[in-house]
């Protein structure tokens, strides 16, 4: 079976909406232009190394209208760019990773199954940066999240709180955050993420994560005198 | 008989000639000060003393040398602490007067990357919304992560092109109490710390002249709104960035060339956190093993956050199938840092990393041993609570 045909059964409306949303993004025409068939984007992909990816079909798909294979790459192929950008090389000015940007928030905001299963594991990555606005934190660093990177990182796990007072920019002495996050400033970065519909992305696709921020954020915004409402 | 090409004369001569009011291509910083002219937002002004450096295109850039507010790296901060450490040292070296915030978040595009968990009002809120508070501080923003450049100068251009996306934001701004503001330029530490690498060399203490280095280019620094990247006719003819290779090259060092230079690290965003064997297959096979097959090198140096996890954390695994691993990665921050004579574990932190430094430490003529000592003796006060943090004081002690 090909793989558009794995996808026979999903509603050519269903298709033509979710491309329609990519198409009505604002950022669609400023990254796409056409496609020269040169390949020089697959040339310069990592991810075309590794996984049967293409971002010379992305550019095709979209510019084509193919609804095919667009809501095949949407299920099969986003989640496997790396967003490195090697792609800008297009001698066309295309954007194929910035096309995937979008075409991956679109599933996210339908909460496509393939969106969920790719975001599987990555959840605790983003309640970390939703609610503490950093992305990473020093105590993320443990042996069970990183057995490939060897013993090194129980030993900084077994010393981390002694290893952030022994730096000395103040900001550092933090084990939880990347650096010193004032809550005014978080209280600001909570009230973007309500404003701009973000927790709503989040309850597509986790709705035990979005409940979780909701309850973080409604108590700091509440103290602040914001209305979540 | 060899092509008589002039490419690289007539690169330095108009690099000469040209200044900051003649830019050869479009320059965005025409329209953002329009904007400012009709009052849609504040430009901050790049501060005395400032530094003109070549951009890809040849628009003179400029970098300020101090007076900075310094936008902080996830991943450097929180996993690669003697990163943001080595900035803040070079910064004090020189005597200049910066500011490390507590009112600045992350500018999320690492989330932004892997998850797309976020959207393009969400990001250039937080953009602006860290922009208003350097603003306020009265620094100007230098910043650290190669993403958080690259994803700053992606939000300059859609607020610039899309009144409404303007509109929203700026909704947002008021909102926060924040000013609405754009700074006049948008710059790397790297652009710092190719701006100031003279300054660096005539304070540098060590001989690298038998130092080997490979220089890997940050996908997000030189491959996302490439126009305001820094270029040099010096460098490889003016056809790769010059941030990283003009530092190694004026610290007294030698940069090597290998052949995949351009290929991204493997950091993947999404796959170094959940998916990492495409991040260590990727790192290793195409970018440590070709730089030791060809190349050689006693250090890889980078200019990212994403860059130096990623190169030297995939390692230790690869060990395991007999690829060519075993070469240390830090920054040019760091290498810069060491080369003047800072302490490689008081500054540069380099218990965090992952892949054998010690080699490279004496072949710098560092006498690790001794640093070591010194520096479990400061680990020794602060678990005797004789010192609640190790000072800057101490680091120079």
Redesign the interface.
Known sequence: MTLQARYADVPVETKQRLFDEVRA???FK?YLFGCYECGICVA?C??A???DFSPRKIAQATGREDLGMFYEQLNDDI?NC?????C??CPRGNNPGGLI?IM??V??NNGLTS?RQ?????GR??YK??ST??????D??QPNA?P???P?VAE?SENLE????????????TTT??????D???T??Y???H????LD??KE?DEGLHMILNDVMEELLEEAGYSTA | MPIPLNVIEARRAQRDERGPTAPPTEDIREKVFELEAKGEWIVQRVPEPWVGVTTKYGRIKKIPAEHTWHHKSCGQCGHIPGYSTAIYWLNRALDFDYNDPKDQTSCTAWNYYASATSNVGAQAAVAMRNFGAAYESGYFPTIHCGTSYGHYKEVREELVAHAELRDEVRRICDKLGKPFVMPEEIVHYSEWVYAMRHEFAQRRVLDLSSIDVTVHPACHYHKLVVEDAIYDPDVYGGQRTAVVSAVVTALGANVKDYSTWFDCCGFGFRHILVQRDFTRSFATLRKIEVMREEANPDVVLTHDTGCVTTLDQSQFAARAHDVKVGVPVMSEAQFAALAMGAHPYRVCQLHWHNTEYRPLLEKMGIDWRERWREFEDDLERLRKGDKQFLTWEDADA
């Open positions: 993004d604002i950022r400023d310069a990592p991810s190394r590794f996984y989640w790396s967003q490195c950008f090697s800008l090389r940007t991956r928030e599933a996210i969106a790719a975001l599987e594991g990555y990555v983003v940066i939703m606005g950093t992305q990473v934190s020093p993320m660093l990183f490939d990177w060897g090194h900084i002694l290893w952030r007072r022994a730096l000395p920019p103040e900001t550092l002495h955050t990347a650096w010193y996050v004032d005014k400033t978080l600001e970065l009230l973007i993420w404003m701009t519909g973000v992305m989040i696709v």
